[in-house]
Nanobody, 122 residues
Framework: QVQVAESGGGLVQAGGSLRLSCAAS????????MSWYRQAPGKQRELVAT?????????NYADSVKGRFTISGDNAKNPVYLQMNSLKPEDTAVYYC??????????????WGQGTQVTVSS
């Protein structure tokens, strides 16, 4: 129905940068929001950043990444990027893209990508 594909993960030293990208395709009437989540080993999945199609593409960030990560896109339209700077070992996790779309008018659905590994070495 809707496919979500992430790319851009990898291994980087502490203090380095990576950029993740996310694209949704398939039966999409309108994209409402796109978000990045992450899950480290033994921890729950947590929200990292969100960009919505409302208010000119408003964004929200987890406190742990504010000032270091930037989510961008054309008002949550495809593709959406997560620029990660000043990376720390605690940023190591599998990063997942989530999109909330209208598959048809008024019918909102949430879809997940497969995830991309980000590893930050100290």
């Amino acid at each position: 129905q809707v496919q979500v594909a992430e790319s851009g993960g990898g291994l980087v030293q502490a203090g380095g940068s990576l950029r993740l990208s996310c694209a949704a395709s398939g039966r999409i009437f309108r994209i409402n929001a796109m978000s990045w989540y992450r899950q480290a080993p033994g921890k729950q999945r947590e929200l990292v950043a969100t960009i919505t199609s409302r208010s000119g593409g408003s964004t929200n960030y987890a406190d742990s990444v504010k000032g270091r990560f930037t989510i961008s896109g054309d008002n949550a339209k495809n593709p959406v990027y997560l620029q990660m700077n000043s990376l720390k070992p605690e940023d190591t996790a599998v990063y997942y893209c989530n999109t909330v779309v209208e598959v048809k008018y008024g019918d909102y659905r949430s879809f997940w990508g497969q995830g991309t590994q980000v590893t930050v070495s100290s």
